[in-house]
């Protein structure tokens, strides 16, 4: 016998074991229905399938709930985002790897984005309880995402955070005191400085004025993204993600949640912070061989470094927005 008839048999001798034992719900016991012969036709919407040949509409067992629920971030952003981008649907099934029996057992989509579900609800209110300063230490921004190839799938995923990627608010918060730091310390070496400079440079105003415009390039470019980042959803609301609503948007929040040519943007901004870092760096060589103040010079390389490190990570979170063309939108 094939393989297929094997398993049916198999099943078959342990529905009826069941039966015995269990005359009133034998399928409470058992996952499948081995009164279904080899190649029968059966119904893709349940949610809880074993094998090739067998079925059952049945709501999940604990096992399977564990498993999804055990999930990695990674891989549960994963199933979410193939639904999103249309390639799951709520007829696909999930194989449950933990499984252990003599066949295999998998779940519907749906199932699983009911499950995930649950779970995102019972973890907001969970938080919701939480005291409102570990809210703010522990607030997060979410990106955007784009849910039009998901409306064919009949699963809706567009309030699921786990399906969007996320950062903490304190990169933004960083990113934005380095930048200034280094607006700061830039301001103080020349307040220090200009005039001994001057005395032995005589392109020293030349000098000043490059880094002036470069610093307040960069100080222009990240103010903006900072101002992006927070008119991003983010872990504070009680709601959780809530469908984007144009209309409802004022003319500040619209303005700052678009980016457009991105992309140049992020390039210009860490070109500015990289040339910056040169500067500064070579700024501090020659200010320590002068008998200058070096302590500016130091402070505007350490800031500028760290917010070099800073944007990397944000500009990960920007390529995950949703995009259109060369402009990036917020929500």
């Known amino acids: 016998l094939g393989p297929q008839w094997q398993r049916w048999i198999h099943n078959r001798k342990k529905y009826f074991f069941m039966k015995h034992l269990f005359p009133l719900n034998p ?140 950062m903490s608010i304190w990169y933004t918060i960083a990113f934005a005191l380095m930048t200034i730091g280094t607006l700061l310390s830039h301001v103080w070496s020349n307040a220090t400085n200009y005039e001994l400079m001057q005395s032995q440079l005589s392109v020293t105003i030349g000098i000043l004025v490059i880094a002036s415009i470069a610093i307040a390039s960069l100080v222009y470019f990240v103010m903006y993204m900072v101002a992006f980042l927070f008119c991003c959803e983010h872990s504070l609301s009680k709601t959780g993600l809530k469908p984007f609503i144009s209309e409802k948007q004022n003319t500040v929040i619209k303005h700052f949640s678009t980016i457009h040519q991105y992309e140049y943007r992020i390039i210009a901004t860490k070109t500015l912070q990289f040339i910056l870092l040169w500067y500064t760096m070579l700024l501090a060589v020659y200010a320590h061989e002068n008998e200058l103040n070096i302590y500016p010079a130091l402070t505007c390389v350490l800031t500028n470094g760290f917010g070099l490190l800073l944007f990397a990570r944000i500009s990960h979170f920007f390529h995950a927005c949703r995009n259109e063309g060369k402009i990036l939108y917020a929500q």
């Not at 199933?79 to 790897?97: A, C, M, Q």
């Not at 609800?121 to 955007?144: G, P, V």
Request: glycine letters at 4%; aromatic letters at 6%.
């Open 27 to 166: 399928m409470r016991f058992i996952l499948a229905d081995a009164t279904s012969p080899p190649n029968s036709h059966y119904d893709l919407h349940d949610h809880i399938k074993t094998g090739a040949l067998d079925h059952i509409d049945a709501p999940p067992t604990d096992f399977v709930k564990e498993f999804i629920e055990g999930l990695t971030k990674r891989q549960k952003r994963s199933i979410l985002t193939l639904i999103r981008d249309g390639l799951l649907t709520d007829e696909s099934f999930l194989n449950v790897s933990t499984y252990t029996g003599p066949d295999r057992v998998q779940v519907s989509m749906k199932k699983v984005v009911d499950i995930i579900s649950m779970r995102e609800q019972n973890n907001l209110i969970a938080h919701n309880k939480k005291n409102i300063f570990l809210r703010l230490a522990l607030m997060q921004h979410y990106s955007s995402a784009c849910f039009e190839k998901m409306q064919k799938t009949d699963l809706n995923v567009s309030q699921l955070r786990n399906g969007r990627q996320k």
